[in-house]
């Protein structure tokens, strides 16, 4: 049930960013002139920040009982939204999909650690309505494994 609260968030603050038009275009798609953006940034400045963030929806969320991570995802949703908005105005949608690579893999690690953020609400639901803490409540720290994965192997794609 979270996981789909975090997408939908997510996905509605990065469409209210981004003109409708853009999407509503077809497109043929040439690969050949593709090329990486040097930016001087490596593999492990991304996967850390990533990383960050991922631990910032997860644990600071679950201790906000998940209020950090829809302001997170807000952010971060809105935020793509206008960087998107402007490429559309610069890049042709085949460099921008070239650049995008990445995205999914990124997107779904986050989801994935904003879940975790969103179970400190039924946490601290489960102590103000003095019913006893169940086992489900608390954090899962086997399940940082597969949103770390995840935000590794985005990063990894991200530097190709």
């Not at 077809?26 to 991304?46: H, K, P, R």
């Not at 850390?48 to 679950?62: A, K, T």
């Amino acid at each position: 049930m979270s996981i789909t609260i975090s997408g939908f968030l997510f996905y509605f603050f990065f469409y209210a960013a981004c003109p409708s038009e853009a999407f509503a275009k077809g497109y043929a798609i040439d690969y050949g002139d593709m090329e990486a953006i040097q930016t001087g940034v490596n593999l492990v400045d991304i996967f850390l920040n990533n990383s960050l963030l991922g631990l910032m929806l997860s644990v600071l969320g679950f201790f906000t009982a998940g209020l950090l991570t829809v302001g997170l995802l807000f952010w971060n949703g809105y935020m793509l939204g206008i960087v998107y908005s402007a490429a559309f105005r610069v890049l042709d949608v085949g460099h921008l999909l070239y650049y995008s690579k990445h995205i999914p893999l990124e997107l779904y690690g986050l989801v994935l650690f904003s879940q975790m953020g969103f179970k400190g609400f039924f946490f601290f639901r489960e102590i103000l309505l003095e019913r006893g803490i169940r086992r489900e409540a608390f954090l899962d720290l086997k399940g940082l494994a597969l949103p770390t994965l995840c935000l590794l192997l985005a990063a990894c794609l991200e530097v190709l």
